[in-house]
Antibody, heavy 119, light 107 residues
Framework: QVQLQESGPGLVKPSETLSLTCTISGHSISSDYYWDWIRQPPGKGLEWMGAIYHSATTYYNPSLKSRVTISVDTSKNQFSLKLNSVTAADTAVYYC????????????WGQGTLVTVSS | DIQMTQSPSSLSAAVGDRVTITCRASQTINNYLSWYQQKPGKAPKLLIFAASTLQSGVPSRFTGSGSGTDYTLTINSLQPEDFATYYCQHNYYTPRTFGQGTKVEVK
């Protein structure tokens, strides 16, 4: 059974860097799947942030410009999200998810983790 | 970016009702359309992909249809556990965008 679990600080100060990790169990991160980050501001809709494939190929949402970086740690079967220069608008529940291709849906999701940006 | 527009934004329905939610893409997405159900405090759950293919384990009362730019999610005989928010999402190319959601509430 594939399981994804997000972890990281629940509070980040404005202008700092948000860092989250998604730990995968029941599946190898090195397999032919895409590993994505999606976020949802409180009471609002879903926004795809980006994806990584085979530890090297990344796709990012242009709306986040150059603020986002996704990387993989194969030794820990984890992938990570870094979002720099955060503002209150980055307050959201952050989800990690899996897709079988860049054109496939998200079939497994983590439970989500709330990150609040506040001083 | 492809914009996804859902309608309605919310609706009220009773158990046993048939519910229809529509999703329009700003350009053709060749059936690369998925539907998700989200309950409060939970992650979205995949219901339908490729416009009309039911995800494993999803009840058959959920059906998807459509082509080109216009797609529909239908819930036949609404059940108590179906009251939730539903999102469409395209997978045609990146960025993968979602509709704004449709909240199905109890009438």
């Amino acid at each position: 059974q594939v399981q994804l679990q997000e972890s990281g600080p629940g509070l980040v100060k404005p202008s700092e860097t948000l860092s989250l990790t998604c730990t995968i169990s029941g599946h190898s991160i090195s397999s032919d799947y895409y590993w994505d980050w999606i976020r949802q501001p409180p009471g609002k809709g879903l926004e795809w942030m980006g994806a990584i494939y085979h530890s090297a190929t990344t796709y990012y949402n242009p709306s986040l410009k150059s603020r986002v970086t996704i990387s993989v740690d194969t030794s820990k079967n984890q992938f990570s999200l870094k979002l720099n220069s955060v503002t209150a608008a980055d307050t959201a529940v952050y989800y990690c998810a899996r897709a079988s291709s860049i054109m496939a849906p998200f079939d497994y999701w983590g439970q989500g983790t709330l990150v609040t940006v506040s001083s | 970016d492809i914009q996804m527009t859902q309608s309605p934004s919310s609706l009220s329905a009773a158990v046993g009702d048939r519910v229809t939610i529509t999703c329009r893409a700003s350009q053709t997405i060749n059936n690369y359309l998925s539907w998700y159900q989200q309950k409060p405090g939970k992650a979205p759950k995949l219901l339908i992909f490729a416009a009309s293919t039911l995800q494993s384990g999803v009840p058959s009362r959920f059906t998807g249809s459509g082509s080109g730019t216009d797609y529909t999610l239908t819930i036949n005989s609404l059940q108590p556990e179906d009251f939730a928010t539903y999102y469409c999402q395209h997978n045609y190319y990146t960025p993968r965008t979602f509709g704004q959601g449709t909240k199905v509430e109890v009438k």
